[in-house]
């Protein structure tokens, strides 16, 4: 069950802040590097959300980025609509298709929703691919930032764009804290302890499973619109499933089911791609080993792990 | 309260319950008594919505309840402890009372806002730690606890939802006998607006506690009669106490 302890407290903060410290005093690169985890990050809370907290591992989160991103192209490059309404389509898009894949495997856990989630991304996937009309396999350009000159903001700026960014990713954080500690979430911990128990309390479990999926696939059409804005361009590859899987490696590296763990993940992950393929582009075996390690030492993740020595010493303290 | 007539529930060619009949008034204790095999927990199932009958009807509270799946018989008021330990092993104690205690005050489902911090569910969860005698290790880790600790919660979660109608599948089996005591005195404590349907083998805490006694043997009703009757009742001594005099205790 969820709580936002004074140590996810401190480490949301100092994960912020070196973020932010990172993108204002590093070069051009680092912005990028800073942008391309904060996406990373918003996807992981996301999965984190139904798979930590609800025991649903999902491999089509990257589907639900991409169905964001794409219909906030199509809406604002095809069709022409403002950015906000365009956004707000693909926030939409987003959000129905987490709703209907959650409706759809309610009743199912396991290696089969996991089986289940990849073959909605996967179908997603392709109908994207093959869609000429927005570019098929060879992705689609042209999108915009939002205009906020109104309010003296240059979202253009490379800079102003992460803080902006890093906005967003606090907000994904707050979001799902709230409705983490809620009735609603205090239920969906409950469904991943005992699903069986949860029917015999009278809870209509399919019912807060959907929701979850929904509320799963708001942040991470949050994390597709960001990222459209951000290169301005979107492909078929934001929806495959490696993505998803990566997604997924993240949030058990930085700690499955804390929340704040994903975000540590994800600083890890994209720091040690750029780090190690300056000299090798076999990176994925390190990523690799360092994700045996993890899942050796008792499965916590690097900010799960740390949590439980700190509660170990805590109560040594107490003692 | 609750009425059923001519239940049958069959597994392929195997019956589990044959054509019984059973009507429990309101308020009532009702002890179901037999042997392993004859079909109790079944029946539960049965009534819970958890198993869907082959044949036969169940009303509850005067309306036929048959079509209703698990979740919607619970909501009406039906609440269930069980034979095995079915907690939620991954939270404290006091997150298993307050997962039952907000569901059973519609806060289950709100969003934003905290059911550690709203003053019915919290209430409701002291009042049932008091019942359970839990009050002291409240934030205990379930799956650390000991039996006996996770005996009682299973008991607890189910009382938290404060239920029109208990069924309570073995509640002391497994336990010692000074837990067996306090559980008789929690039982008789219970208020008549709770009707308790019990699966017990504790002959002592059956007797006494018991309106009224049905007797199960191969899924077949074979007597209903107040404690005194069922004691005096030769074939039931047969079947269910076997061959020792008395029968004081048959686990």
Redesign the interface.
């Known amino acids: 069950m969820f709580y936002q302890s004074p140590l996810r407290t401190i480490t949301l903060i100092a994960a912020l802040c070196f973020l932010a410290i990172y993108a204002s005093f590093g070069s051009y690169f680092a912005r990028e590097i800073v942008i391309e985890i904060i996406i990373l990050a918003i996807l992981a809370i996301s999965l984190d959300f139904c798979a930590g907290f609800g025991g649903m591992v999902s491999l089509c989160h990257g589907a639900m980025m991409g169905i964001a991103a794409y219909f906030y192209g199509m809406m604002s490059v095809k069709l022409g609509w403002g950015l906000t309404a365009s956004a707000g389509i693909g926030l939409a898009a987003a959000v129905i298709f987490a709703g209907c894949v959650g409706w759809v495997t309610a009743r199912i856990s396991g290696i089969f929703f996991i089986m289940a989630t990849l073959a909605f991304g996967q179908m997603a996937y392709t109908i994207f691919f093959r869609w000429r009309w927005l570019g098929g396999d060879d992705g689609m350009g042209g999108m915009r930032r939002f205009d906020l000159s109104a309010w003296g903001v240059n979202l253009n700026d490379g800079l102003i764009f992460t803080f902006w960014a890093l906005g967003i990713l606090l907000l994904v954080y707050i979001l799902s804290a709230l409705l983490l500690r809620s009735g609603f979430g205090r239920s969906l911990s409950g469904i991943h302890a005992n699903e069986g128990r949860m029917q015999a309390l009278g809870i209509n479990t399919a019912t807060i499973r959907t929701q979850a999926m929904a509320f799963s696939g708001l942040m991470a059409g949050l994390a597709g619109i960001l990222a459209a804005q951000h290169t301005f361009y979107i492909s078929p590859e934001l929806l495959v499933w490696t993505l998803s899987g990566e997604v997924l490696l993240v949030v058990i590296l930085g700690g499955i089911g804390t929340l704040v763990g994903p975000i540590i993940g994800a600083i890890l992950l994209v720091l040690m791609k750029h780090s190690i393929s300056a000299y090798t582009d076999y990176w994925h075996i390190f990523v690799g080993l360092v994700l045996i390690f993890a899942v050796l030492s008792g499965g916590r993740g690097i900010f799960g792990q740390g949590e439980y020595w700190w509660q170990k010493y805590m109560r040594g303290q107490h003692a | 309260m609750l009425e059923v007539k001519n239940l049958s529930k069959d597994f392929g060619g195997l019956q589990i319950i044959r054509d019984l009949s059973l009507k429990v008034e309101a308020g009532e204790r009702r002890v179901i008594l037999g042997p392993n095999g004859a079909g109790k927990t079944t029946l539960f199932h049965l009534l819970?919505g958890?198993l869907a009958p082959s044949q036969g009807e169940i009303r509850f509270d005067g309306a036929a309840i048959g079509a209703l799946n698990?979740?919607?018989r619970?909501?009406l008021g039906m609440?269930?402890s069980y034979q095995k330990n079915?907690?939620?092993?991954?939270?404290t104690i006091r997150?298993n009372l307050?997962?039952?205690a907000?569901?059973?005050l519609g806060?289950?489902?709100?969003?934003?806002?905290?059911?550690?911090h709203d003053a019915a569910v919290k209430a409701r969860i002291d009042e049932i730690a008091e019942q359970i005698a839990l009050t002291e290790t409240l934030d205990a880790q379930v799956s650390t606890a000991p039996y006996g600790i996770r005996r009682q919660l299973e008991v607890g979660?189910a009382l938290a939802?404060k239920p029109k109608l208990l069924l309570m599948d073995e509640p002391t089996s497994g336990v010692g006998p000074s837990m067996i005591d306090h559980f008789h005195r929690l039982l008789n404590q219970l208020p008549r607006s709770i009707t308790l349907l019990i699966i017990e083998h504790d002959m002592d805490l059956a007797f006494d506690v018991a309106d009224r006694i049905s007797v199960l043997n191969f899924g077949e009703k074979l007597f209903e009669g107040t404690p005194t009757e069922t004691k005096g009742n030769a074939m039931v001594r047969s079947i269910y106490l076997g061959e020792r005099e008395g029968g004081e205790h048959n686990a």
Request: net charge positive; glycine share 2%; hydrophobic share 45%.
């Open positions: 819970a958890t698990a979740v919607r619970a909501r609440a269930r079915n907690l939620f092993e991954s939270l997150e307050m997962l039952a907000s569901a059973a806060k289950s489902g709100k969003l934003f806002r905290d059911p550690r979660i939802t």
